[in-house]
């Protein structure tokens, strides 16, 4: 049998899987804390030795992506904020990141200090089609290199002037990497070039940058930002399913939630968005989460009218309990619903403002109307009794009233198994194994 194990340092828990390669099948399974406060390879390491203990395996390959110390953090400038700063947002988001920070136009000493206070990990740098105007995006790049910025720069806008400003920001000490343009002409997103690029600095600095571990095998062993390889894992159950679907990742702090559709070729026509359309998209709600960001969901609920008075009183005292102490274990049933409800919540919440195209800032919306499948995902869906983390997926699906046109023939199935990120981790070097794994542990058959 050969094996590999993939693991997902997260910001509270490391767990970790062994694959079996041949079969496309989870054989051993563990998890620990992630130990951010000492050295994140204490928890690795526990996690580690009791999945391999439980497949009886010993040396294999380890496969490791990590959103701990806070993932990756990312700030777009672009040329303006309807087009180019728009794309490159979107593409940031496919790219695992989160997108703390959005400038479009010149930059100013006003906006290199909002840029500075954003404290971003890596600056992506975008604007002008190919061949068009090359005046801002040559502008932001002389600022920053004026300004002794620091900070990995990815540098994607007009290529006729890539080269040009990469010496120019090389040359002034800024860390930079060049990628495609990624709205190489009006209505075309192409994220790929960039979203490597964006990988490549996230291994190469920001981990390392982090100091979550004090020697360098930490960074060695990471392949990816988490939600970079959810998402390659989504792409990968997308091909296996043959059709559109959605994932929902409710967290601690965040709800994710990530759909694959099938490219429509109106989308080219005259009222084609001249932003692109992303048709792997994720996105991140930041004030939706069931522990951290418990307090955000309550609030979110309340605008979007999904409870009375009576309940928002209740679940506002059980959202502050959570929030004051993000490590809260629900020991009971009545904690488990209460858990439950508000994953129900973020999961709704979320998944509107995806569909609306709030988030993604795409014109209309993303059209989740031939959604084939619903997976929902996240620890807290793991650990609720069985049937809750259906019910959470069932309260999205039932969603008539949120502003969205729901599916209209979906099945629901929780990740319970943990194998989106296994199966994104294991794409490049194993895709069989990787479409098997999620066949097999996902129900697509």
């Not at 007009?158 to 400003?165: G, H, S």
């Not at 965040?254 to 996105?283: I, M, N």
């Not at 031939?370 to 983390?389: E, I, K, N, T, Y």
Request: aromatic share 4%.
């Amino acid at each position: 049998m050969s094996t590999a194990v993939c693991v997902d340092v997260g910001s509270t828990y490391t767990k970790a899987v062994v694959v079996d390669l041949d079969a496309g099948r989870l054989v051993g399974a563990g998890a620990s804390p992630t130990t951010v406060g000492s050295d994140v390879l204490r928890g690795l390491d526990a996690a580690v030795g009791v999945a391999t203990a439980a497949a009886g395996v010993g040396d294999v390959p380890w496969y490791v992506c990590s959103s701990a110390g806070g993932g990756l953090r990312l700030a777009v400038v672009g040329y303006e904020a309807l087009v180019t700063a728009q794309a490159g947002r979107r593409v940031g988001l496919s790219a695992g990141a989160d997108v703390v920070h959005v400038a479009a136009g010149r930059l100013g000493a006003a906006q290199v200090s909002a840029l500075r206070a954003a404290r971003p990990d890596v600056v992506l740098l975008v604007g002008g089609t190919d061949g068009g105007d090359a005046a801002v995006l040559t502008h932001n790049a002389t600022r920053l290199a004026r300004a002794r910025w620091r900070v990995p720069v990815v540098l994607a806008g007009n290529v006729d002037v890539r080269e040009e400003l990469r010496a120019v920001l090389a040359g002034a000490g800024v860390p930079v990497t060049v990628a495609d343009n990624v709205l190489p002409r009006i209505g075309v997103l192409e994220p790929g070039s960039a979203r490597a690029a964006i990988r490549e600095v996230f291994l190469r600095h920001v981990i390392g940058g982090k100091r979550l571990s004090r020697g360098p095998r930490f960074g060695r062993l990471v392949r990816a930002a988490t939600p970079d390889a959810v998402l390659t894992g989504v792409e990968v159950l997308a091909d296996a399913v043959g059709g559109d679907l959605v994932v929902v990742d409710v967290g601690g702090a965040t709800t994710d939630v990530y759909s694959v559709l099938t490219p429509d070729e109106r989308a080219a026509g005259p009222g084609r968005e001249v932003a692109g359309s992303l048709w792997r998209a994720r996105t991140v709600e930041g004030d939706l989460g069931v522990r951290w960001s418990a307090p955000g969901v309550v609030r979110a609920a309340v605008l979007e009218r999904l409870f009375g008075a009576v309940e928002e009183g209740a679940l506002a005292v059980a959202a502050g309990v959570r929030a004051a102490d993000p490590g809260f274990v629900a020991a009971d049933e009545a904690g488990w619903v209460v858990d439950a409800r508000i994953a129900a919540l973020a999961a709704t919440v979320a998944v509107r403002r995806h569909a609306r195209g709030g988030a993604t800032g795409e014109r209309g919306g993303r059209d989740l109307r031939d959604v084939r499948l619903l997976v929902g995902s996240g620890g807290v869906l793991r650990h609720v009794p069985a049937g809750a983390g259906a019910g959470v997926l069932g309260a999205v699906l039932s969603d008539h009233a949120g502003g969205w046109a729901v599916p209209r023939a979906a099945r629901a199935v929780v990740d319970v198994e943990y194998v989106l990120a296994a199966a994104g981790l294991l794409a490049a070097d194993h895709p069989q194994a990787a479409r098997a794994l999620v066949r097999r542990h996902l129900a697509v058959d």
